[in-house]
């Protein structure tokens, strides 16, 4: 079944105007129309506030380097016995430092969108890089040197490559922070 010739398939539309009516050369083809309010200036700068790229690499990167406490650092098994795993946060005093190194990346990305700033001799940029090297370090340390007390796990888990690449990640977000400041 077709339709009738004289009905149209879409109704009609009014086509944009695209030419500026306050040229003189139109003369009375210009209507009268009121100007409306100046539209505000579109803001260009990519991602601002939580949303912009070096805070939200920084403090997911911190999230991870967090919960990566709690993930399985050392794994293995000993000759007779189970399979054994050993998550970051029993490691000792370093496990539980990584935690909150993550914690105060996260805790200065919130504190930050709330609206509290940091004296511009700290910019937190700088305190973020400072974080993320120091969580470096110490999955490095951890990394390198195993416990005493865990020898019978020979290997690494995968939580300290999580944490190791978390803490990276805190660096580079940091400096990616850095170059959105500049």
Known sequence: M?????????????????????????????????????RPAPDLRPGTGIWGVGTRVAWVSGL?????????????SSIEGPTLAVIGWHTGTIGKLIFVVGFAVVALAILG????????????????????????????IRLISIPDTFAGTSGRGIGIWIALLAGLGVIVGGLLRAGEDL
Do not use: C, K
């Open 113 to 140: 969108e709330a609206g509290f700033e940091l004296p511009p001799t700290l910019p937190e940029s700088l305190l973020t890089i400072a974080l993320g090297a120091l969580g470096t370090i110490l999955v490095l």
């Open 2 to 38: 077709t339709p009738p010739s004289n009905m149209p398939i879409l109704p009609p539309v009014e086509t944009p105007e695209i030419f500026d009516f306050d040229d003189p050369q139109l003369g009375d083809a210009a209507p009268d129309r009121e100007p409306g309010p100046p």
């Open 64 to 76: 991870i380097l967090m919960l990566s406490s709690f993930m399985s650092w050392y794994a293995g």
